[in-house]
């Protein structure tokens, strides 16, 4: 606990002097980014979304934009952190070596994304993670997300002011909860609910989607992050054989777009994130932890936590 009032510290030092390590680190990662950018595929019809996926490029599509955004898919189509996670799959599926080696790797891919809050927050979880087991510190995965996070706003304390920051730590905390509660009483309409939820509360004041979107992003979100994003990471680096897998992201990319037509959802859109929005998201976030930490605390005394 002595270690988090020292991030908590430093943080408050760095806002204080309006030190950005990420800001320092820009002229690198803007390079990157631009390499990645002019390797896109140019006779791909979806290359604006293949830059979007790999490259961590602003979505710029006005019509797809706003169909994603209804749907609540719009975060996994910049690179967040689960396409990280699944890059460390992949990693780690072609070596059985030490897991420190994925850092450098990671730490590369957060650069060409011009390491966006999502990103970052995902590959500190990994690397606070790779470090206590190197250490061979056992430590609880609230407390990885809480330090990893708390690091990230060390790194570049201006956000403290991002939504997507607060929601992707957010949905970190989600992703836990097989881990507090049992598995009789967890499902997947469940776990998609609270992030539907949590959606809900970070994003008050720009959308609101309609409630079909827990079930849409319960069917998308497998095929976006497991099938859409791997053809994409293809379609850049096999270029041997390149047509092939940019032909079938263009057809699953125009087919997930008329099936969001069809649907004919629609987003309400409300006023800008106020600095009291902000801070209710904060108070809600430090109000999970709270509670998730006494109930772990409370099942490890009744000798119930998993």
Known sequence: ?????????????????????????????????????????????????????VCGESLKHANINRLLIAAGLIHI??????????????????????????????ALYCSVCQMNPPVTRAFLIIAVK???????????????????????????????????YQMSWIAAIIITTPHFFSKQSYNLIFNQSLFYASYVTVYNTLSFPPLIAIVISL????ILEYILFPLALLSYFSHSITDIFIYNFDTFMNLICKTLEKLELQSTFLTLPTTNSI??????????????QQYSVHNKRKGTFP
Not at 279 to 292: A, E, R, T, V
Request: net charge positive; aromatic share 12%.
């Open 1 to 53: 606990m002595i270690f988090v009032y020292l991030l908590i510290y430093l943080f408050i030092l760095m806002h204080q002097t309006r030190l950005s390590v990420v800001e320092m680190l820009a002229p690198f990662t803007n390079q990157l980014h631009g390499i990645c950018l002019k390797h896109a595929p140019i006779y791909s019809n979806s290359n604006e979304i293949l830059q979007a996926l």
């Open 77 to 106: 189509f910049v690179v967040s952190g689960s396409h990280l996670h699944l890059i460390a799959n992949i990693l780690k599926a072609f070596s059985q070596k030490s897991k420190a080696y994925l850092i450098i790797p990671l």
């Open 130 to 164: 790779v470090g206590f087991e190197h250490l061979d510190i056992r430590i609880s995965k609230l407390n990885i997300i809480l330090i990893s996070g708390i690091t990230g706003l060390i790194l570049n304390p201006k956000w403290s002011a991002s939504l997507s």
């Open 219 to 222: 069917v998308f979100t497998p």
């Open 279 to 292: 801070s209710l998201n904060w108070l809600f976030i430090i109000s999970l932890h709270y509670f998730l």
